[in-house]
């Protein structure tokens, strides 16, 4: 991950950390359609970020 998209990941964490509950069940989803919708080769949210992403999500529930 170049440094970019390193600033915009650790953006994306932040942002979520300061969501409410609703608001996050309702990223989760589109997260979760978007990953499953993905015909590219290569994903815009990687293996690794989506398993954090996941982490968190059970960690806030």
Same mark, same amino acid.
């Given at each position: 991950?170049?440094?970019?998209?390193?600033?915009?990941?650790?953006?994306?964490? @932040?942002?979520?950390?300061?969501?409410?509950?609703? @608001?996050?069940?309702?990223?989760?989803?589109?997260?979760?359609?978007?990953?499953?919708?993905?015909?590219?080769?290569?994903?815009?949210?990687?293996?690794?970020?989506?398993?954090?992403?996941?982490?968190?999500?059970?960690?806030?529930?």
């Amino acid at each position: 991950m170049n440094s970019v998209e390193r600033s915009e990941f650790n953006y994306i964490k @932040q942002r979520i950390n300061e969501m409410k509950p609703d @608001q996050l069940n309702e990223i989760k989803g589109v997260i979760e359609f978007k990953r499953k919708s993905l015909l590219d080769d290569k994903p815009l949210i990687s293996d690794e970020e989506m398993e954090f992403i996941t982490i968190m999500f059970k960690k806030m529930e």
